[in-house]
């Protein structure tokens, strides 16, 4: 297993903004792909955002298109989602992923797990 700690959640008022973080330790991600997903309570987690390690394919959920914008950090092994323009709908738990595979938005696909962190958005 490589742990992946995802981090920055909290409490925003509506059409706030934060910034998530999801570092890889024990092992380099230079290959694959990095997505983050959300699960609201009672539901099956979603998809939110796609990135490869490499840059050339990014991949958004349409509800969080425009608003959100994924990137990343080679030197310190970390991915970022940037959540703007925020929605008391965006409330969830929020998990980063990680897939040695390619271009891929199905949690089947993912094989390492963040621990999630809660983000909570105000009316």
């Known amino acids: 297993q490589v742990p992946l700690v995802d981090a920055g959640g909290g409490l925003v008022q509506a059409g706030g903004s934060l910034r998530l973080s999801c570092a890889a330790s024990g092992r380099t991600f230079n290959t694959g792909t990095m997505g983050w997903f959300r699960q609201f309570p009672g539901k099956d987690r979603e998809f939110v955002a796609a990135r490869t390690w490499s840059g050339d394919w990014t991949y958004y959920a349409a509800s969080v298109k425009g608003r959100f914008g994924i990137s990343k950090d080679n030197a310190k092994n970390t991915m970022y989602l940037q959540m703007n323009s925020l929605k008391p709908e965006d409330t969830a738990v929020y998990y980063c992923?990680?897939?040695?595979?390619?271009?891929?938005?199905?949690?089947?696909?993912?094989?390492?797990w963040g621990q999630g962190t809660q983000v909570t958005v105000s009316s």
């Open positions: 992923a990680a897939s040695v595979r390619q271009q891929v938005s199905r949690d089947d696909e993912y094989t390492y």
